[in-house]
């Protein structure tokens, strides 16, 4: 393990079709002190009933956990390891593209920690991706700066989906991420559920099937 660079050294975890037969793409970051694998019942669920080739891929954090404070932190704080998880999940998209799947195909999601980071991501990103999925999760920061993120979504859909009151993650700054989402272009579907708790709940992973569906509908 680099200090530097945390996570760098593990590969995430692989399921669904092989690189080269897929035409389309999942990758799903567990939540803090989870295992990748804890997210691929999540990933068979999503992609149920369907016969489009989709390569998954979970990326793992060192120790289980992707930065160690909370995402509301100053961002420092959660130095080196949140720029680490920011580039094992780049790097893991950038994999994918490399081999021949378009970004606008690749379903980036995750939960908690993990939903934080997929938001993280994709709002930095140059490139839209198909949808992006965030269960009980939240931009990063102490603060958001609009001016931060330079991702173009135009018409990227994005579902936001936490309980009210979550204990981990602020109702406010799901409501706050999903704003900066519509003006980044992205097509925002924001949920706020009554007492659900930190959990994945059976219809947000209805709204989230919803729109992998319009992904992989797509022509490819």
């Known amino acids: 393990m680099h200090h530097?660079?945390?996570h760098g050294a593990?590969?995430?975890l692989e399921a669904g079709a092989?690189?080269?037969e897929a035409t389309a793409a999942m990758v799903l970051i567990h939540g803090r002190g989870a295992a990748p694998d804890d997210l691929a019942p999540l990933a068979?669920?999503?992609?149920?009933?369907?016969d489009v080739p989709v390569a998954v891929r979970l990326p793992q954090a060192e120790g289980r956990v992707w930065y160690p404070q909370r995402f509301i932190v100053p961002p420092a704080l959660n130095q080196p390891w949140l720029d680490s998880a920011r580039q094992r999940v780049a790097s893991v998209l950038d994999e994918l593209?490399?081999?021949?799947i378009p970004e606008e195909r690749i379903v980036l999601g995750g939960f908690s920690?993990?939903?934080c980071l997929a938001l993280d991501v994709a709002a930095r990103r140059t490139g839209r991706l198909g949808a992006v999925l965030a269960f009980a999760g939240g931009l990063i920061g102490d603060v958001l700066d609009p001016s931060e993120y330079s991702a173009d979504l135009s018409g990227m859909p994005a579902f936001l989906g936490s309980s009210d009151p979550d204990p981990h993650i602020p109702t406010g700054r799901v409501e706050e991420s999903a704003?900066?989402?519509e003006t980044l272009g992205a097509q925002v579907d924001v949920r706020l559920y009554p007492g659900l708790g930190h959990t994945i709940g059976r219809d947000q992973i209805e709204v989230a099937r919803h729109l992998v569906n319009g992904v992989l509908e797509a022509s490819s």
């Open 18 to 20: 092989a690189l080269g």
């Open 113 to 115: 920690q993990g939903a």
């Open 97 to 100: 593209v490399e081999a021949g």
């Open 44 to 50: 068979d669920m999503l992609l149920a009933g369907h």
């Open 179 to 181: 704003a900066i989402f």
């Open 4 to 6: 530097d660079d945390p």
């Open 10 to 12: 593990l590969a995430p």
